[in-house]
């Protein structure tokens, strides 16, 4: 388990990461989403020691993560797929992490195995691909068999199959009963992957709770319809206070109104329905919704 405690990080006078409080829990893939500069990297890299906080505290399992010798055992972390020694063999730069942790040697072909590199553990990493140096990254993060686990943009450089891999390595390490958490920017892998979410914004939190949860106190009813009398169907539920969007000359997008109170609305005005489907919304939709003030870098903004 992961604790934060009012946990802060200031660089002069910028506050990267702002009196932030949760809990990651065991049994869970435990999604972090942040607009970009929200604060978690700084976030992560204090849950392992690699940046000191201003103020506050980070424990793992109760302790802090600096006080901890053989630190691979008790928490792995891939948090940039790129710092592996391009001059290494991917076995070399296993097996040296597992000397400097007292880690028996030959787990070092156990992890290889179970990230599918254990044909190319005798190669140099500088000639491996992105998504190769990716799996080689979850390899040490594995190495030390820990209860705790933290992924940074651990989808980057997979194909297809990779994702699919990655995504049920997540829940089988979660049903094991170990802490997982991931960050990433790949909304769709998300969506797919976790089953909780923590959200922050600005270095403050935003939310934290299950990923249905999430997308419900965030979202308004849309559904698709498709009429002959778009036009006519289209006053009808704007006067009773939809949002409305032609899509064409024969569909309409509609806000803010469910399924049955349109086919009442459409039944008593005598318009004929072709078809109505509700539309749920997206994880992105939601975290757009609810990032919307958080956003530190607005694309719209250096248009203007």
Same mark, same amino acid.
């Given at each position: 388990?992961?604790?934060?405690?009012?946990?802060?990080?200031?660089?002069?006078?910028?506050?990267?990461?702002?009196?932030?409080?949760?809990?990651?829990?065991?049994?869970?893939?435990?999604?972090?989403?942040?607009?970009?500069?929200?604060?978690?990297?700084?976030?992560?890299?204090?849950?392992?020691?690699?940046?000191?906080?201003?103020?506050?505290?980070?424990?793992?399992?109760?302790?802090?993560?600096?006080?901890?010798?053989?630190?691979?055992?008790?928490?792995?972390?891939?948090?940039?797929?790129?710092?592996?020694?391009?001059?290494?063999?991917?076995?070399?730069?296993?097996?040296?992490?597992?000397?400097?942790?007292?880690?028996?040697?030959?787990?070092?072909?156990?992890?290889?195995?179970?990230?599918?590199?254990?044909?190319?553990?005798?190669?140099?990493?500088?000639?491996?691909?992105?998504?190769?140096?990716?799996?080689?990254?979850?390899?040490?993060?594995?190495?030390?068999?820990?209860?705790?686990?933290?992924?940074?943009?651990?989808?980057?450089?997979?194909?297809?199959?990779?994702?699919?891999?990655?995504?049920?390595?997540?829940?089988?390490?979660?049903?094991?009963?170990?802490?997982?958490?991931?960050?990433?920017?790949?909304?769709?892998?998300?969506?797919? *992957?976790?089953?909780?979410?923590?959200? @922050? &914004?600005?270095? #403050?939190?935003?939310?934290?709770?299950? /990923?249905? !949860?999430? %997308? =419900?106190?965030?979202?308004?009813?849309?559904?698709?319809?498709?009429?002959?009398?778009?036009?006519?169907?289209?006053?009808?539920?704007?006067?009773?206070?939809?949002?409305?969007?032609?899509?064409?000359?024969?569909?309409?997008?509609? *806000?803010?109104?469910?399924?049955?109170? @349109? &086919?009442?609305? #459409?039944?008593?005005?005598?318009?004929? /329905?072709? !078809?109505? %489907? =509700?539309?749920?919304?997206?994880?992105?939709?939601?975290?757009?919704?609810?990032?919307?003030?958080?956003?530190?870098?607005?694309?719209?903004?250096?248009?203007?």
């Amino acid at each position: 388990m992961i604790e934060l405690r009012d946990l802060t990080k200031r660089y002069g006078r910028t506050t990267a990461v702002d009196r932030l409080s949760l809990t990651v829990r065991p049994g869970h893939v435990t999604g972090f989403l942040g607009p970009n500069g929200a604060g978690k990297s700084t976030t992560l890299r204090m849950i392992v020691g690699l940046t000191t906080p201003t103020g506050g505290s980070v424990t793992v399992d109760g302790v802090p993560f600096r006080s901890r010798s053989r630190g691979l055992r008790h928490i792995g972390a891939l948090l940039d797929a790129g710092d592996a020694h391009g001059g290494h063999t991917a076995a070399a730069h296993l097996g040296a992490l597992a000397r400097s942790n007292r880690i028996p040697f030959e787990r070092v072909d156990q992890v290889l195995r179970e990230v599918g590199l254990a044909g190319v553990a005798r190669r140099r990493i500088g000639g491996f691909s992105l998504g190769m140096r990716q799996r080689l990254g979850i390899a040490a993060a594995l190495l030390g068999d820990p209860p705790v686990l933290l992924f940074d943009e651990p989808f980057n450089g997979l194909d297809p199959e990779g994702v699919r891999w990655v995504r049920g390595l997540f829940r089988r390490l979660a049903g094991q009963g170990r802490t997982v958490f991931v960050s990433s920017h790949l909304m769709s892998e998300m969506e797919n *992957t976790v089953d909780r979410l923590v959200v @922050i &914004g600005r270095g #403050a939190l935003i939310a934290e709770e299950s /990923l249905a !949860e999430f %997308a =419900a106190r965030s979202s308004r009813p849309t559904v698709l319809v498709r009429t002959p009398d778009a036009a006519a169907l289209g006053s009808v539920l704007t006067a009773e206070g939809a949002a409305v969007l032609p899509e064409g000359d024969t569909s309409l997008t509609v *806000t803010g109104l469910t399924t049955e109170r @349109i &086919g009442e609305l #459409a039944f008593r005005r005598g318009i004929v /329905l072709h !078809e109505m %489907a =509700a539309r749920a919304t997206t994880l992105e939709e939601a975290f757009m919704r609810l990032t919307a003030d958080s956003v530190e870098y607005s694309a719209e903004e250096a248009i203007r």
